[in-house]
């Protein structure tokens, strides 16, 4: 099982950044950010494969940019131009099972972090 720790995020203004970090105790081919808001169910955020692939959801295109460091097992999410509605509970995932990369499924990854908020004020 993959450990995975989230770290960052908090609390920012609208038109803010912010950027929330992962570190995974062991390589998979994929890391992906999920989020929750309250009330709302969780919905894929990024995923970046290990061959480069990315999926953004169409709603942070162009504001966040997902990356990360295979050497050392850490995924960033950089978040930029917040909006109140990017508040959440942001979550690291993990897999190395192969999906599509058209959509990301929750099923598709098996390891979680415990989440990590994001704030944005109005």
């Known amino acids: 099982q993959v450990r995975l720790v989230e770290s960052g995020g908090g609390s920012v203004q609208a038109g803010g950044s912010l950027k929330v970090s992962c570190v995974a105790s062991a390589y998979t081919y994929y890391m992906a950010w999920f989020r929750q808001a309250p009330g709302k169910e969780r919905e894929g955020v990024a995923v970046l494969a290990s061959d480069g692939r990315t999926i953004y959801a169409d709603s942070v295109k162009g504001r966040f940019i997902i990356s990360r460091d295979t050497a050392k097992n850490t995924v960033d999410l950089q978040m930029n131009s917040l909006k109140p509605e990017d508040t959440a509970m942001y979550y690291c995932?993990?897999?190395?099972?192969?999906?599509?990369?058209?959509?990301?499924?929750?099923?598709?990854?098996?390891?979680w972090g415990q989440g990590i908020q994001v704030t944005v004020s109005s």
């Open positions: 995932a993990a897999t190395s099972d192969h999906f599509s990369m058209v959509q990301m499924p929750q099923t598709a990854f098996h390891s």
